[in-house]
Structure formats: C-alpha cells, structure tokens
C-alpha cells in the first residue's frame, strides 16, 4: 500500500469531523445512484462505531440526466459544460420571447433579464419535475416550451396575474357573507389550501418534483378558471374583487413554491 487513504475511509473521518465541527443535527448526501451501496455501507459502519447521530444521516441518491443526440451528445464523452447548456437555454428563451412577441413595453435591460430568467427556469424546472430517483432525458427544446409542462408555462401565469393586479380598481369595503363560488373557484381554492401540505410532503421525500408537479397542476386549474370567467369585467363589483383577490393568493402560491424551487418568476412578459 502507497498509504492513500480510499473514498470509504475519507468518507468515515469527514463525517465525523463534520459532527464535531458543526454540531449538525442530520447530514444529507447529494450523490448519484451509482453509489448507493456505498452510502449503506459508511452509515453501517458509522453506526456499528457507536455514533448516534449515523441514524441522521440520508443519501439523496438521484438518477442520470441524459442529454439527446448531436450537439449535445453525452454517451459518446462529450463533455458538457453547465455553462454552455445555461447559455444555449437563455438563447432559445431569447428566440421564442420574440417569435410569440414576449417582448412589447421591455427595455433591452429588463429583455435580457428575462431571457435569464426564463432560460434557467426551463432547465431547472425540467429537471426538478422528475423524481430526483429516476434517470430522465433533458430535452432543451421541451423545456422550453411555453404551453408545455414547464417553467415558462408556470411563469408566464404568474406574470399574467401581476399584470391583472396592475389594472385592478381600487375596491370599497365590500360584504362577503353574500358571495357565492363557481366550481372554477372551488377548484382553485381547494388547490391552494394544499400548498402546505405539499411543502411537507416535498421535504419528508427529499423530492423537489412533488412541488414542481403542485405548481403546474395549480396554474392548470387557475387557467381554467381564467379561460372560463371574467375577471375585471366581472358582473359585480363584489365578483371582480374576490376574483382578483384569488388570483393574488395564486400569484403569492406560485412564487413561494418557484422560490422554493430556486426559479425566479418575472413580473412582466
């Protein structure tokens, strides 16, 4: 032996260095799938040497990302640059802003951002959508897409509702002991006081996408409710004030669970 210690017993002293240094309550290993047997085996052997805190710890073990043939091309050992795949999203975000006229009232500033914003949206939300366990395929175009299952389909709801609030009329004191819900209304209202609950799901899982796939079902719903009911031409003034109010609450859902996500959300398209 050359005396270099190997990957198992480094892993054995980092973790118990970790635990005197920092006190931590629990340690969570971010490592792909390929090293599950790995990971059972350190918290064994931590937990036969009489550390309690081995019962703490957790691998967040994930599947592959896969990229589709061509440029891109992974299987055969390209190497691909995050920096690269980031700059080619923002790209496409930039191409199909102005193709579906995105862009109307933004200065070149605020246009850049949103390119930003949108291209890392697509990719992260593409892949936090998948259970951290599976293998999946990135496709760049699919994440893209603004109608699909996808970051800019959920940002694009959300910059719609800011835009709504901005031409909402200041309302008076209204009754709401006489108001009334649709089943659109329901149905939102109903999504939304799931969100906590999501969250908790979402942590106790290690699974972003139980969040990611909430997000998407909600601005589903919100849009059916948005396609089939007026808001600001409501027919009371009682209507168009609750109406703007969901979409507010919608708005707030929509943010918090992409913030949670690490994606931003623009106020304008």
Not at 201 to 227: C, D, I
């Amino acid at each position: 032996s050359d005396g270099t210690s190997v990957y198992m017993t480094q892993d054995i002293g980092t973790a118990i260095q970790r635990f005197k240094d920092f006190e931590a309550k629990g340690m969570t290993y971010v490592v792909g799938n390929e090293q599950d047997y790995h990971f059972k085996v350190l918290f064994l052997i931590l937990s036969k040497l009489g550390y309690p805190w081995a019962e703490q710890l957790h691998h967040l073990s994930y599947g592959m990302v896969d990229l589709p043939s061509g440029k891109m091309k992974s299987r055969e050992g390209t190497v691909v640059d995050a920096d690269d795949l980031i700059d080619g999203m923002v790209a496409d975000a930039e191409a199909i802003s102005k193709e579906l006229g995105k862009l109307d009232g933004l200065e070149i500033a605020a246009q850049k951002e949103l390119f930003t914003t949108l291209g890392l949206g697509a990719l992260k939300y593409f892949i936090l959508k998948v259970d951290p366990k599976k293998r999946m395929l990135f496709n760049p175009a699919e994440s893209i897409d603004f109608n699909g299952h996808t970051g800019p389909f959920i940002q694009y709801a959300y910059a719609r509702i800011q835009s709504l609030q901005r031409k909402a009329p200041e309302s008076s004191e209204l009754d709401w002991s006489t108001l009334t819900l649709n089943e659109d209304e329901t149905i939102v209202i109903k999504s939304l006081l799931q969100f906590s609950d999501v969250v908790d799901q979402a942590a106790r899982n290690f699974s972003p996408a139980v969040l990611a796939n909430y997000t998407y079902e909600l601005v589903k719903k919100y849009n059916g409710f948005y396609q089939n009911n007026s808001i600001l031409k409501a027919e009371s003034e009682q209507s168009i004030a609750f109406r703007l109010l969901l979409s507010k609450k919608v708005g707030e859902v929509i943010k918090a669970s992409m913030n949670c996500l690490g994606i931003q959300v623009p106020n304008r398209m």
